[in-house]
């Protein structure tokens, strides 16, 4: 018993003198300085005198280091953290064109095909005539195989009647190609009313929204591009993206004009220690 109480009383000596605590390190380089794992079984308080307790701070707060020579303080951050299994945004693409598509006007034939499928190949006249809107053009890099792509493309599309008083029909579609494939579609149609006060043009708004899961890693090239599926007048001007005349009074690129977003949403994962 007297040599516990002897070697209990010389460490109270030791710890006196040095100012400092080493545990798992016999060279502390602090008051305490711990060389391994660490357990808080309760709360971590901070700010404390020799009168008062510290700070344990709030549900939710997060300890902010201040620098050197000043102590720690809780901080409440507008940050949201992502459990394990949720999806998280990553990067945010957003494209606009007030060039579009004229090649589809007066003259120019239907391709008269009426269905495509996942993987088409854009080159593929087989599967209709498209043609691209450019300034559309986007190339990402996809970084995790767990993701989800979200595609939000919008248009305007014009056409005007070879005679105003006579009502006209053209069917189309547009879709987004990744790698020069297929990979969403949306066919729609756009018909003059007997449009007379108008000189026969008829406006319209067209959007697709898709979202595709597990993309390849790796890099991505996504294209928009469009067709005329039919029409019941080959002389009818059609537009897509922009105004079918310059000199009309009624629309202009602007306010036709094609906008492309793409989401890049991602798996979170955390690697355990």
Known sequence: MKR????SAAGLLSLCMNAQVGIGTTSPKSTLDVNGKTTLRKELRVG?????????GL???????????LP???KSLNVSFMEEGQYKLINSYLSSDQVGISALSAGIPDDDVYKNNVGDEITDVSKGVWSKITGLENNIIIKNGRNRLTYQFQTGVEMKAPASGTSQSVTFTCGVFR????VAVRPDKVMSNNNTEKAGIQDYIFTLNYTEQNVPVGPQKLEVACRKINTSNVNSQFTIGRNVSDTNTVSNAFTLESVMKID???YVTYKSN
């Not at 516990?4 to 070697?7: A, F, L, N, R, T």
């Not at 790698?179 to 297929?182: A, E, V, Y």
């Open 59 to 69: 549900n939710g707060q997060v300890l902010v280091s201040q620098g050197e020579g």
């Open 4 to 7: 516990i109480i002897y070697c």
């Open 179 to 182: 790698n020069g494939k297929l």
């Open 72 to 74: 720690p303080v809780w």
């Open 264 to 266: 890049v949403i991602e």
């Open 48 to 56: 404390g005198t020799s009168t008062q307790a510290g700070n344990a």
